[in-house]
DNA sequence: TTACTAAAGGTCTCCTTGACTTTAACTAGT
DNA sequence: ACTAGTTAAAGTCAAGGAGACCTTTAGTAA
């Protein structure tokens, strides 16, 4: 609201941009998109991709145009959300900029495209950048950290975790996406039995696929449900991670 | 991101405001603080309290600074977290506005202070205001009903429902707040029996308070559990809703 | 055929849940 | 002082979900 004021002198405008989280399992691995900045500050340092807000869109448009040029991809068939909204004053150099950060979870990308004005677009396990070893641009590193937590929230509510498969798929195919998104494994008989039996999430093909070896499985599609009843919990490892995250900044 | 830019056309700075969804529970009804518009657009209208983010301030110290402004309470007793960011390029005749929207918890706080710069501070119904009655100024209806919806699911995750009752409480303080945001009855003994269970949700104080009539009741105060294990789910209701809700804008 | 592998389904026990009942502790009225 | 009324708190019980584990099925490879 632009209201109350009083303090003109005290208030600037600011830059707005979207910064995305581009998520997905390759290789059972679970990797984010990154492009390497060409320009000072961080030059030569990995980043989110991302980009200015432009006049006459709204942030949920700038953050699909934003993901199409990234990836080449139709966002449309990706899940994208908005997660969180970053602007401390301190965060990039030039002034200040207030960067609006959105999730997006897809099946296994064709790896980024040329003609895209990022400049050397790659995918990094995200392993590799939690574990401290690689320091993103800005705070890029918060914003990964604090979207994967809700990605891997979002997993026990929802049915995105469908979202990173390639339709059609397996049951075990997304047995793994939860495997790979929250690190640790899952019983595959009691997993089966909770997907399938959730109203609408798995719509069954008919059709099976044959693995290199093993049993055929069947394939499926996803449903129209959105919300996953009853939710598949991670039981205990909440209680751990609780009293690290929910602190006002 | 403020990169890969190309269109310096394009994108134009915004003014950045927070806004804030405070809500409480009073005579058993859930109220949100609205103010009344003292200059155009939407003069005299309804609104969120809200204003600018200042210079050097973070998005979270601006919310603070405007609750306290608001309803003169320390922020930091009350429950306070960003939900969600609404930048349309036509939802401020003005120019580009973009804001943060703040959820903000509390109990029954007093009649908002005279001295702040809000005209005219007061408690709504929520109900009277989302039943469509009373229109908000700008896009202030969405970010109420979007934001309740956060806080209603809040509830069943976490342990922010006890944010609403002023210490110490009891079990059926707590379970009127529920029955509140909720909007529904609950069993008074399954009720019970989660909570208490529930680790580190409720401290005992030892302590007992009567009621005007009836049994007298043991208080609590609030516990170190954020997240709430197992969690207080609405069932059923929520197959409902969920269509309504997930779309991008 | 046999060995191996993954899919799919079943078993069993424990725990949670929802619906409901019972007991406890207090007040007000007669 | 007794009874009715009211709220708190605890208990009961059947149904269902969850975790651990086993069995069967349907394919491939040697």
């Not at 910064?19 to 961080?42: A, F, N, S, Y």
């Not at 953050?63 to 990706?78: D, I, P, S």
Request: hydrophobic residues 40%; aromatic residues 6%.
């Amino acid at each position: 609201m632009i209201d109350n004021d009083g303090d003109p002198g005290q208030v600037r405008p600011a830059a707005v941009t979207v910064d995305l989280v581009i998520l997905t399992v390759r290789h059972d691995e679970l990797h984010v998109l990154l492009v390497e900045r060409g320009k000072e500050p961080h030059l030569g340092r990995l980043a989110l991709p991302g980009g200015h807000v432009r006049e006459n869109e709204t942030l949920d448009q700038a953050a699909l145009r934003e993901l199409e040029e990234e990836t080449g991809v139709n966002g449309h068939l990706l899940h994208l959300e908005q997660v969180h909204t970053y602007g401390d004053p301190g965060r990039d150099p030039r002034g200040r900029v207030i960067t609006v950060a959105y999730l997006a979870l897809g099946p296994d990308l064709p790896v980024p495209v040329a003609g895209s004005d990022a400049q050397g677009a790659r995918w990094a396990p995200v392993e590799s950048v939690l574990d401290g070893q690689m320091e993103l641009a800005f705070d890029h590193s918060t914003i990964l950290r604090e979207s994967l937590e809700r990605a891997r929230s979002q997993l026990e509510y929802t049915t995105v975790a469908a979202a990173f498969c390639p339709e059609p798929f397996t049951v075990s195919d997304l047995r793994k996406v939860y495997e790979v998104v929250w690190g640790f494994p899952l019983d595959p008989s009691n997993f089966r039995r909770k997907v399938t039996r959730a109203e609408r999430f798995l719509e069954p093909t008919g059709e099976f696929r044959a693995p290199q070896i093993g049993r055929p499985a069947a394939l499926y599609r996803r449903g129209e449900a959105r919300l996953l009843f009853p939710p598949l919990l991670r039981s205990g490892d909440v209680a751990d991670a609780q009293f690290t995250a929910t602190t006002l900044r």
